[in-house]
């Protein structure tokens, strides 16, 4: 049996675009399912032509039984057209879609998109493998765990399934699968890529936290699996040595959770020479551990702060504290560290400008070398999808519109209306990025000549979205 596994086309503009990374969770799936004996591929549609000539011709060079189309919210639209052409070059053909949308919302999928014949939510690896199983035998799939389907006219939605507890039993990813020349630019921000080649790791999966804004739980399960660090040390030497990469962003939402295990990666990074950027919770670094990720490689820390209101903190479920956020902002730029800094608005019913006030406040305070301000996503599964639901503030979806940095978004605050939520974003991007330190980072950058051009396109595309993109 021959399966395509597919990225669909995604809504962005060239701000995003710069910025694509290999699907390494679909590589995954290539594994997983390529050690159960399947013929596999890789579809990327966002970086590669998505026309039907296009579509065409890749299915006359691997004519698939099944295609597993990863769908988010914002694109699960796009993936349904991706499933409608490929029907329409070969009725036969079978539909399978996953990811963050379809495990929120199994039964709604294949209720409102009439090309997917089925459905896998949350983890992927068993119930796919076990669902082409049962597609190759010409069998209804009544057993296989966390699938949805049709049965005779009805949408059925199987038993949910166990996660995968080992970790290390799952193959690394099939990155052989991946066109290494569709990826030369990806681009870490805040990084100087010059000579770097660049893949995605993950160490774990699942998250401990409970942030009312996040929907990683749907996807990964309840809490947090760990791979042991010798293997995913084994996984950087392959990175390195087979395929070449020499710099690594890990994926995982807290990185530095488990630390015993997180400082054997740490040395392990370093007798590799490899360079590094991952993501942590300001709680969970201090003086000690920096210095150790320094030394080890790491360039870049990205924090998931969203907002400078304690009010708007607690609400969110963040369990942090603007003191830790200031603390942690301090010790990576005196390591050296290009210190990122994630921020949402809106993130509450509750919001008010005052706290919106508050987080402008605090941005200009840590000075984050880069930083995202985002407008809040209220994804299917999240916490926050339900509170704005009752609260009468989310309209009929428009999935396309689902994204961070969207800017009309469909929904505000008791007291932001969509409006004021894009103008306080622009606002607050325009102030900071015309401060002295911001200015300062991006000049330094500039000193490397190879450094100036990928600079100048982030930089032209920011400005576009911030004075050229329309408003709410």
């Given at each position: 049996m021959?399966?395509?596994?597919?990225?669909?086309?995604k809504i962005s503009g060239a701000f995003e675009k710069i910025l694509i990374q290999e699907p390494v969770n679909i590589a995954y799936l290539a594994a997983f399912l390529k050690a159960k004996g399947y013929q596999v591929c890789i579809w990327d549609f966002e970086v590669e032509p998505f026309t039907e000539s296009a579509v065409r011709e890749k299915i006359s060079r691997f004519s698939a039984d099944v295609a597993a189309i990863t769908a988010m919210t914002p694109t699960i639209n796009n993936a349904h057209e991706t499933a409608l052409m490929l029907k329409k070059i070969k009725p036969s053909i079978v539909i399978v879609a996953g990811g963050a949308h379809v495990?929120?919302?199994p039964e709604e999928t294949l209720r409102d998109f009439p090309a997917f014949d089925y459905v896998v939510a949350g983890e992927g690896e068993i119930p796919l493998a076990e669902l082409c199983r049962k597609v190759a035998k010409k069998q209804a799939p009544s057993e296989v765990p966390c699938v949805a389907w049709r049965n005779n006219g009805t949408i059925t939605l199987n038993k949910p399934g166990l996660p995968i507890e080992d970790l290390d039993s799952i193959p690394f990813p099939q990155r052989s699968l991946f066109n290494p020349l569709l990826y030369k630019n990806a681009y870490a921000a805040g990084i100087s890529m010059y000579g770097k080649r660049s893949t995605v790791v993950f160490t774990s999966r699942g998250c401990a936290q409970d942030c009312t804004f996040c929907a990683v739980k749907k996807t990964s399960g309840p809490r947090v699996r760990f791979r042991s660090a010798e293997n995913v040390i084994k996984e950087l030497t392959e990175c390195r040595d087979i395929f070449g990469y020499n710099h690594i962003t890990f994926e995982d939402t807290n990185l530095t959770l488990n630390r015993e295990r997180f400082l054997n990666i740490c040395a392990g990074l370093r007798k590799l020479k490899l360079t590094w950027d991952?993501?942590?919770?300001?709680?969970?670094?201090?003086k000690e551990l920096i210095d150790i990720m320094k030394a080890g490689g790491c360039l870049k820390i990205a924090y998931g702060v969203e907002s400078g209101s304690p009010k708007m903190l607690a609400l969110m479920k963040k369990n942090i504290t603007p003191e830790q956020i200031r603390r942690a902002f301090q010790l990576t730029h005196q390591a050296?560290?290009?210190a990122c800094g994630f921020f949402i608005?809106?993130?509450?019913?509750?919001?008010?400008?005052?706290?919106?006030?508050q987080t402008e406040a605090l941005i200009h305070e840590i000075k984050p070398d880069v930083f995202q301000l985002g407008i809040i996503c209220p994804y299917p599964g999240t916490e926050i999808y339900s509170i704005m639901k009752k609260e009468g503030l989310l309209p009929q979806a428009d999935w396309k519109k689902f994204n961070f940095m969207h800017?009309?978004?469909?929904?505000?605050?008791?007291?932001?209306?969509?409006?004021?939520l894009v103008s306080w974003q622009?606002?607050?991007?325009?102030?900071?990025?015309?401060?002295?330190?911001?200015i300062l980072f991006v000049f330094r950058k500039m000193l490397n000549p190879r450094e100036i051009p990928q600079t100048i396109r982030l930089g032209l595309s920011l400005l576009k979205y911030l004075l050229l993109e329309k408003r709410g």
């Open positions: 021959n399966i395509a596994l597919i990225r669909p086309p495990s929120a919302l991952c993501q942590t919770k300001v709680s969970l670094v201090d050296g560290i290009v608005l809106g993130t509450h019913p509750e919001e008010t400008n005052d706290d919106v006030r800017s009309r978004p469909q929904w505000g605050t008791k007291h932001l209306s969509p409006a004021a622009k606002k607050i991007y325009m102030r900071y990025i015309l401060t002295p330190h911001f």
